[in-house]
């Protein structure tokens, strides 16, 4: 069945990086995170790990912007990775980025995928304009154990050079610490390790969550393969946490202050009202206007 909208209207814009609309061109994720939320029953995605393009998505997106009254800054990334494999060949969201600038809208993207560094000169015109955000989601900063948790996407190191690229063209970029994992990645470490590559590479924010969320579906999914991966773990999870939704580190507390610290010291931002005022000085006007 074809989808009537693709960009859908934000009810609480400023919880989450000021975007004003979401849109998701593709449907399903073939980077086989293993913890990941859009996998959980709730959002009804069959087949999750086979990406399938939405269909007529370019001739509706284009529709959508055509009536919208007024402009923003429009998201997408947060059901499923703008970048996957089959973008390379489709350029579905390359086109719709096109459409993005050519209709005097903002971008916010959220991704794994070095594939990003591509559209690094449309996301250049569409800054010259509108807000732009570009979020990298970092889970650990090694290579090795990134393979283990996100075994189909970029590696960290690559994620860091599209980040460092993008930044070169003068692209609004940051890091989302996002989920941390208990009893895998919530170390001080890890956390230190992270801040220090988003400095080296450009990065104006590193946003964090300390835990991770399991519901139905994913659940299930993410204990499986911690049985592979972490035979150990997979125990602690169901003595702390049972069917928690939000699963907090047990040394949240502890990680937060490590993590304010850092981005003090290197100059990151960290809090969503600063990053948000941050990529959007200058164009609050432009945007009232349009």
Known sequence: MTAKHM??????????????????????????????????????????DIV????????????DL???????????????????????????????LELINAFGFGASLTTKSAGIARDADILQDIKSHSPTIIKFSITTADDDLCK??????????ERFTALQTLAHHDIFCGVLIIPMLPFVTDTEENIIRILR???????????TYMGMTLRKGSREYFYNQLNTIFPDVKEKYEKRYGIRYSCNSPRAKKLWSVF???????????????????????YDRQLQLS
């Open 7 to 48: 960009v859908f209207k934000n009810k609480s814009p400023n919880q989450w990086f000021g975007l004003d609309f979401n849109m998701n061109i593709y449907r399903g994720c073939s980077h086989g995170c293993i913890y990941c939320d859009s996998r959980s029953d709730c959002y009804h995605v069959t087949n999750f």
């Open 52 to 63: 399938k393009p939405k269909e007529n998505a370019l001739e509706i997106i284009r529709d």
């Open 66 to 96: 055509r009536r919208k009254v007024k402009t923003g800054v429009i998201g997408t990334g947060a059901m499923s990775d703008p970048y996957n494999p089959l973008e390379k060949d489709l350029k579905l969201t390359r086109n719709a």
């Open 148 to 157: 283990k948790l996100e075994p189909h996407t970029s590696i960290t190191s």
């Open 197 to 207: 590559m988003a400095k080296d590479s450009g990065a104006k924010f590193v946003y």
């Open 260 to 282: 304010t610290s850092e981005c003090e010291k290197l100059g990151l931002l960290y809090d969503m009202k600063a990053i948000i005022h941050h990529y959007k000085a200058g």
